[in-house]
């Protein structure tokens, strides 16, 4: 399958609160299956199915240092997190070249679905903790940029908007040829 389209901020699609899974079916499968490739092409360690425009309950986690431990939580929801917090420089698909500190709980328990409909529960911590943590958001419409000062989420904001002009009229001129 084509690698699948991963929206850039501050497209509005990226705000869209994401609905539950109800039907786990083979086209469910096959979105996860997508979302993977995508994924590891990038690289990230996570994508929620809000970044390719699929407004539905999915995220996928991979932090093996050989992209062979996927992790797929439907209808993920946060069951615990720790008073201790941690700041981690977060970056986003949907953000490009933007990284920046972010403070969230340290240590999370979520309770999630599998890709088959079994109810699972996991502990995270660290780099898998923010990662899920930083995902989930995106399933509420939420961006990493919107926990950072009015000033700089403006100035990304102006960057990434002068950018997709530039690509969008690369794009025109190579059409024109
Ligand atoms: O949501 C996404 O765009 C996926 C992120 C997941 C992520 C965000 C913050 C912290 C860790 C993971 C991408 O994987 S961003 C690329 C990346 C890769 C490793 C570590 C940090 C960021
Ligand atoms: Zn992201």
């Known amino acids: ?17 994401a609905r539950p899974v109800t039907i786990f ?6 979105l996860v299956a997508d979302m993977a490739e995508t994924m590891y092409d990038a690289p990230g360690v996570g994508l929620a199915a809000s970044q390719v425009d699929v407004h539905e309950q999915l995220i996928i986690v991979d932090i093996s240092d050989n992209q062979t431990e996927l992790r797929v939580l439907i209808n993920p929801e946060i069951t615990w997190a720790s008073s201790e917090m941690q700041v981690y420089d977060e970056g986003c698909l949907s953000v ?5 500190g972010v403070e969230r709980p340290a240590r999370v328990k ?3 679905l599998d890709v088959d409909g079994n109810t699972f529960e996991t502990t995270a911590e660290g780099l898998l903790a923010v ?8 399933l509420k419409g ?14 990304i904001k102006a960057k990434m908007l002068k950018e ?6 690369d794009k025109k001129r190579n059409s024109d040829r």
Do not use: T, W
């Open 1 to 17: 399958m084509p690698l699948l389209n991963i929206l850039r901020y501050p497209d509005p699609r990226l705000h869209k609160v």
């Open 25 to 30: 079916d083979a086209r469910l499968k096959q």
């Open 96 to 100: 490009p070249g933007v990284y920046d």
């Open 110 to 112: 979520v309770r999630a």
């Open 131 to 138: 990662c899920i943590q930083h995902e989930m958001d995106h």
């Open 142 to 155: 939420k961006v990493f940029v919107e926990y950072l000062s009015p000033l700089k989420r403006n100035r």
């Open 164 to 169: 997709e002009r530039e690509l969008n009229r």
